[in-house]
């Protein structure tokens, strides 16, 4: 089993930056996949980006894509999202993810954190 947490959410203003944060811990020799969805109210569940961990290969949603930035530190079991130029749109908890393979189903969640982009 994977364990995720996230930090790094927070309240800012339109045009600001966030930086969030995902340690996995547990069987992470299991997951070559780490990703970045969010969840807007009264919206469904999105993806936003992904990154795998031996390539660095990344993807990203059209909506995201110029502004966010995900990256990984290896060492610290660590998946990074770069957020700039936020958007009110962008307003959601974000979730942080895990799966064995490119192909294969998320299986691993955290537990969210709040970003909030005020206009």
């Known amino acids: 089993q994977v364990q995720l947490v996230e930090s790094g959410g927070g309240f800012v203003q339109a045009g600001d930056s966030l930086r969030l944060a995902c340690v996995a811990s547990g069987r992470t020799f299991s997951t070559n996949v780490m990703g970045w969805f969010r969840q807007g109210p009264g919206k469904e569940r999105e993806f936003v980006s992904q990154i795998l961990w031996n390539d660095g290969s990344t993807a990203y949603a059209n909506s995201v894509k110029g502004r966010f930035t995900i990256s990984r530190d290896n060492a610290k079991n660590t998946v990074y999202l770069q957020m700039n130029s936020l958007k009110p749109e962008d307003t959601a908890v974000y979730y942080c993810?895990?799966?064995?393979?490119?192909?294969?189903?998320?299986?691993?969640w955290g537990q969210g954190t709040q970003v909030t982009v005020s206009s």
């Open positions: 993810a895990a799966k064995m393979t490119r192909h294969s189903d998320w299986y691993a």
